[in-house]
């Protein structure tokens, strides 16, 4: 039972273009969501953030968007550069359970072409 | 370094040995959390803990899996008679509260079982 889902294990964009990297979740419980990178040999690190009283966050080139009625999210880069080539994580957590990890996707591997 | 501190990097173990994994969380970080990630897999939850208190469990396999994270010193996640399905990366992470905090990794452990 995956409760966060990334459809896309991979994704190419030229450097320089807009990368949309999206996440759906089931469990309604969830009010709090995270994007996470990683690199090759490297524990994630966290991106950025929303939480389910907005449906846009933005730092820098990163935006997040959440759509609570699709039960959807999705990560924007623009521009994207060849650093960003990592595996990202979309991850949910429903604040109101209190102690409670995070419930991560599988991941989308996201490659930028120069 | 303050970060989440991981050891070892990596692990070889022989089928029926125990495996010790140890993490010491962040500096004023009193949550500690163990992931899995088995080969083209996301991040599976194991277990949950603050310092001397199992929280939460429930990602955990009920046989020969067990973790602590004693007053003094790090966590430990051991895993006794090791197979093969145990081959997987084992990251930690930490967070200062609970319910939404975001999560601070570290490098994994990278647990082969031969």
């Known amino acids: 039972d995956q409760q966060v889902k990334q459809n896309s294990p991979s994704l190419s964009v030229q450097e320089g273009r807009i990368s949309i990297l999206n996440c759906d979740y089931t469990?309604?419980?969830?009010?709090?969501f995270l994007w996470y990178k990683k690199y090759p040999a490297e524990g994630p690190t966290f991106l950025i953030s929303?939480?389910?009283?907005?449906d846009k966050n933005e730092d820098g080139r990163f935006t997040v968007f959440l759509n609570k009625s699709a039960k959807h999210l999705s990560l924007h880069i623009v521009p994207s550069q060849p650093g960003d080539s990592a595996v990202y994580f979309c991850?949910?957590?429903?604040?109101?359970?209190?102690?409670?990890?995070?419930?991560f996707g599988k991941g989308t591997h996201l490659i930028i072409q120069p | 370094n303050a970060g989440v501190m991981q050891n070892p990097r990596h692990l070889v173990r022989r089928r029926g040995q125990e495996a010790r994994l140890r993490c010491s969380p962040m500096?004023?970080?009193?949550?500690v959390y163990w992931y899995r990630q088995l080969p083209e897999e996301g991040l599976k939850f194991m277990v949950y803990?603050?310092?001397?208190?199992?929280?939460?469990e429930s990602g955990m396999p009920k046989e020969r899996f067990s973790a602590e994270f004693p007053k003094e010193g790090p966590s430990i996640l051991r895993i006794q008679q090791v197979v093969r399905g145990d081959s997987a990366a084992y990251f930690c992470?930490?967070?200062?509260?609970?319910?939404?905090?975001?999560?601070?990794f570290g490098s994994g452990t990278q647990l082969s079982v031969l």
């Open positions: 992470a930490s967070s200062r509260g609970s319910g939404g905090e975001k999560l601070f």
């Open positions: 469990n309604s419980m969830f009010d709090y």
């Open positions: 929303i939480s389910s009283i907005k």
């Open positions: 991850a949910a957590t429903s604040t109101a359970r209190g102690a409670d990890g995070l419930t």
């Open positions: 500096k004023g970080h009193s949550h």
């Open positions: 803990l603050q310092k001397e208190n199992i929280i939460d």
